[in-house]
């Protein structure tokens, strides 16, 4: 399969889980869109990733965020900014897209810097919006936090070309976006637009990372 196929099906699954947000009533399609979007990019990256090593780290992260994905969906309640069930799983997820990034690295002086301060907001925001408005044992958050900074500073240091180095920076971008409006659970019942707006940076960044980090021939391009 083309990538530009692929990402024309990926777009079509995070369009339509968006929109069962808005669906009350309707769990099938939530349930069943929010499974195909981590599990889609890492059967794509299985297939088509010719490079052994990130093939497999890749797969662990995006298997690590399917079962992250899960369960929250088994949950009793289905809350998507109460994460304290699958914070392991994330966390795991983190760390794996951490060592896929520092397979090539560049340790230069603004790269570092750049590294370090993405490093530092994610884990001050996280701290303000996660720790403080989730209600959980307070190592396991640490944990996820500093999964999640290990993750921002690597990716940062990634010295692939500079178009996948650029689709490495947007995941990040991305995902930090999300994780932050997910924590800021306080507001989300004035903003209806938050949790959607959350769902489809998450599933953009899942995108961007694996087109950052996928080697595949022109073939399959």
Known sequence: MQIRDFIKIYA?????????????????????????????????????????????????????????????????????CRFE???????????????????????????????????????????????NGLNSDAIVFYIFVLSFAIMSFTSFLNSDVPKKKAMVVLGTICISISNHLLGFCTFRTTNTYMVPVAILLYGMSLLFFMLGYIDNSESKI
């Open 85 to 131: 069930t699958p914070i392991l799983s994330y966390s795991a997820a983190f760390i794996f897209l951490a060592v896929v990034a520092l397979l090539r690295t560049k340790w230069s002086m603004q790269n570092v810097l750049v590294g370090v301060s993405v490093a530092i907001v994610n884990t001050v925001l996280s701290y303000l919006y996660i720790l």
């Open 12 to 80: 079509a699954i995070l369009a339509a889980h968006i929109a069962a947000q808005f669906i009350s009533g309707d769990f099938s399609l939530l349930f069943f869109t929010k499974i195909l979007i981590p599990l889609s990019v890492l059967l794509y990256n299985f297939y088509f990733n010719s490079d052994k090593i990130k093939n497999a780290l890749l797969t662990s992260s995006f298997g690590f965020f399917l079962l992250g994905n899960v369960l929250m969906l088994i949950k009793p309640t289905y809350d998507p």
